[in-house]
């Protein structure tokens, strides 16, 4: 049986692009399944001053695709209220409580509560103040804040704001969000890894030869341009979601599969990834930004003739890297990184790249060595992993040719499969931190994005080197590979370039 939730929640930024996107067809799903029914109340604050009616056709409008009848949004719809608020306002936050105290008491909420901010970072200080000091807070249930990105953007800001946070919630009742930790793959990266003898047994340097994960993107930056001058990719991309997937790979066995154990390894893998030089980091971590290209006979503008960014523009919109881990486990076992906007596909996947067989019995077509085996775990757009093994061609002779077990899927095939944020939701609401970030996990990454980034910075280059749009990135992310004798195993552009729909590069 559904237990139904109860809960009074507060969305910051409730008139924005996150919340229409995300949060409200999030919400929408848990009220389908029952898990959110009568007891529930949404206060939505943002600067524009919306009446409850618009708000409400808002959110109708946002889950349009996912309604069985009109009757069933609407209903959905009157357990929201908007309330224009500005967050450096005290009064404002008076105008909230007696609100709230209404809604608490006409749903029964049982006090619970849950505090969502989804807008920018710099009045998250201000706002979670405020709900302690107007005694918004009240220990009459639970108190959950749950905090999107960017949190910080390096170590010093992020400090700065987990202590104002801190002040007001302890980390057991925060909820930092990336959502990758909510996509049903990065969550099977420890059923794979755990589950399966072959793979567990075969962890390590003595049979891994290197790791590839690639955060692939083919939108440019779209309407974010402003945010992502102040970001780039590296900020963006590798600081939160990278590292998080890294270290699930990396991490130890944990002693039992709880948030605890599980975020003790993670921590302690993180812990261990060696510290560049500037001079390491520089030659380990390439920058690129994409130029404007074709793709299937369309052209596409460079990243520097996009909204919000200055045409001398010095910010990555890629980044490839190389990073090592100083433990038994993985010493010697390169972790190769890669992620970009432009690129030529939407996809994001780990590699596993087993050692070469010691001696080769055997040739291949092309008279090569043996190809490795190849552990692929996919998280999107398909779902699952495959793995390439070596079979003997049909035929005469003796030749091997590389065959792939796979099992992959579309992620909407499993109609049941709850979205990324849908899970989250949920996580919050039942007090489970499991895949949220912890402040340990996210200080640690900023201290390595802070090497790289003062090892660019200090350089005071003029240029960044450069990739043309839907291309894989630029030269120099190649030979980062090749110089170790490795070479990126996913090419999706190779594919593209064979049928003529992408210029060689
Ligand atoms: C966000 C980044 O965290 O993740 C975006 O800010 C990026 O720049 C997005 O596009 C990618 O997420 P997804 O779930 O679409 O792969």
């Given at each position: 049986?559904t237990?139904?939730?109860h809960?009074?929640?507060?969305?910051?930024?409730?008139?924005?692009?996150?919340a229409?996107?995300?949060?409200?067809?999030?919400?929408?799903?848990?009220?389908?399944?029952g898990?959110?029914?009568?007891?529930?109340?949404?206060?939505?604050?943002?600067?524009?001053?919306?009446?409850n009616?618009?708000?409400?056709?808002v959110?109708?409008?946002?889950i349009?695709?996912?309604?069985?009848?009109?009757?069933?949004a609407k209903?959905?719809?009157?357990?929201?209220?908007?309330q224009?608020?500005?967050?450096?306002?005290?009064n404002?936050?008076?105008?909230?409580k007696?609100?709230?105290?209404?809604?608490?008491?006409?749903?029964?909420?049982?006090?619970?509560?849950l505090?969502?901010l989804?807008?920018?970072?710099?009045?998250?200080?201000n706002?979670?103040?405020?709900?302690?000091?107007q005694?918004?807070?009240?220990?009459?249930?639970?108190?959950?804040?749950?905090?999107e990105?960017p949190?910080?953007?390096?170590?010093?800001?992020?400090?700065?704001?987990?202590?104002?946070?801190?002040?007001?919630?302890a980390?057991?009742?925060?909820?930092?969000i990336?959502?990758?930790?909510?996509?049903?793959?990065?969550?099977?990266?420890?059923?794979?890894?755990?589950?399966?003898?072959?793979?567990?047994?075969?962890?390590?340097?003595?049979?891994?030869?290197?790791i590839?994960?690639?955060?692939?993107?083919?939108?440019?930056?779209?309407?974010r341009?402003e945010?992502?001058?102040?970001?780039?990719?590296?900020?963006?991309?590798?600081?939160?979601?990278?590292?998080?997937?890294?270290?699930?790979?990396?991490m130890?066995?944990?002693?039992?599969?709880?948030?605890?154990?599980?975020?003790?390894?993670?921590?302690?893998?993180?812990?261990?990834?060696?510290?560049?030089?500037?001079?390491?980091a520089?030659?380990?971590?390439?920058?690129?930004q994409?130029?404007?290209?074709?793709?299937?006979?369309?052209?596409?503008?460079?990243?520097?003739e996009?909204?919000?960014?200055?045409?001398?523009?010095?910010v990555?919109?890629?980044v490839?890297?190389?990073?090592?881990?100083?433990?038994?486990?993985?010493?010697g076992?390169p972790?190769?990184?890669r992620?970009?906007k432009?690129?030529t596909?939407?996809?994001?996947?780990?590699?596993?790249?087993?050692?070469?067989?010691?001696?080769?019995?055997?040739?291949?077509?092309?008279?090569?060595?043996?190809?490795?085996?190849i552990?692929t775990?996919?998280?999107?757009?398909?779902?699952g992993?495959?793995l390439?093994?070596?079979?003997?061609?049909?035929?005469?002779?003796?030749n091997?040719?590389p065959?792939?077990?796979?099992?992959?899927?579309?992620?909407?095939?499993?109609?049941?499969?709850?979205?990324?944020y849908?899970?989250?939701?949920?996580?919050?609401?039942?007090?489970?931190?499991?895949?949220?970030s912890?402040?340990?996990?996210?200080?640690?990454?900023?201290?390595?994005?802070?090497?790289?980034?003062?090892?660019?910075d200090?350089h005071?280059?003029?240029e960044?080197?450069?990739y043309m749009?839907?291309?894989?990135?630029?030269?120099?992310?190649?030979?980062?590979?090749?110089?170790?004798g490795?070479h990126?195993?996913?090419?999706?552009?190779?594919w593209?370039?064979?049928?003529?729909?992408?210029?060689?590069?």
């Amino acid at each position: 049986m559904t237990e139904e939730k109860h809960c009074l929640f507060t969305i910051f930024g409730a008139t924005g692009d996150l919340a229409k996107r995300k949060l409200y067809p999030s919400l929408f799903r848990l009220y389908k399944k029952g898990k959110l029914d009568k007891h529930f109340a949404i206060m939505g604050t943002a600067r524009r001053s919306w009446t409850n009616e618009f708000y409400r056709e808002v959110i109708v409008e946002s889950i349009s695709g996912l309604i069985d009848n009109e009757e069933q949004a609407k209903r959905f719809a009157t357990h929201f209220y908007y309330q224009s608020h500005d967050a450096n306002d005290t009064n404002h936050y008076v105008v909230l409580k007696s609100l709230g105290n209404q809604l608490k008491k006409k749903y029964d909420t049982d006090g619970n509560q849950l505090f969502y901010l989804a807008m920018a970072p710099q009045f998250f200080g201000n706002i979670v103040h405020h709900l302690k000091s107007q005694h918004i807070l009240t220990n009459e249930g639970f108190e959950h804040l749950v905090i999107e990105k960017p949190f910080g953007s390096d170590l010093k800001s992020a400090t700065t704001l987990n202590k104002e946070i801190t002040q007001s919630f302890a980390e057991e009742n925060i909820f930092r969000i990336d959502h990758y930790l909510g996509k049903e793959m990065i969550q099977n990266i420890s059923a794979v890894r755990f589950g399966n003898l072959v793979f567990e047994a075969l962890w390590n340097n003595q049979w891994i030869d290197n790791i590839q994960i690639t955060f692939a993107e083919n939108i440019g930056v779209e309407n974010r341009g402003e945010y992502y001058e102040t970001s780039g990719a590296l900020r963006d991309m590798v600081q939160n979601h990278i590292l998080q997937v890294l270290s699930l790979l990396a991490m130890e066995t944990p002693d039992n599969f709880t948030e605890n154990e599980i975020r003790k390894e993670k921590i302690k893998a993180l812990q261990a990834i060696h510290k560049y030089t500037e001079k390491e980091a520089r030659e380990n971590f390439i920058a690129g930004q994409y130029t404007a290209g074709y793709f299937e006979g369309e052209h596409f503008s460079g990243y520097r003739e996009e909204k919000g960014v200055a045409d001398n523009s010095l910010v990555e919109t890629f980044v490839a890297g190389k990073f090592l881990i100083n433990n038994k486990r993985w010493q010697g076992v390169p972790f190769y990184i890669r992620t970009g906007k432009r690129l030529t596909e939407k996809g994001t996947r780990i590699n596993i790249v087993f050692k070469n067989i010691p001696k080769n019995l055997f040739v291949t077509q092309d008279q090569k060595t043996v190809q490795s085996n190849i552990l692929t775990i996919y998280i999107q757009p398909t779902e699952g992993f495959s793995l390439s093994v070596n079979g003997k061609e049909f035929g005469p002779g003796f030749n091997l040719e590389p065959i792939k077990l796979q099992y992959r899927h579309d992620s909407d095939v499993l109609e049941n499969s709850p979205e990324a944020y849908e899970k989250l939701i949920m996580d919050a609401l039942n007090g489970e931190r499991a895949n949220f970030s912890h402040w340990d996990e996210v200080a640690r990454s900023w201290e390595l994005i802070d090497m790289i980034r003062q090892a660019w910075d200090n350089h005071h280059h003029k240029e960044i080197p450069s990739y043309m749009a839907y291309t894989m990135g630029p030269h120099a992310a190649f030979e980062l590979l090749e110089k170790q004798g490795a070479h990126w195993i996913w090419k999706p552009d190779e594919w593209y370039v064979q049928r003529g729909k992408l210029n060689r590069y």
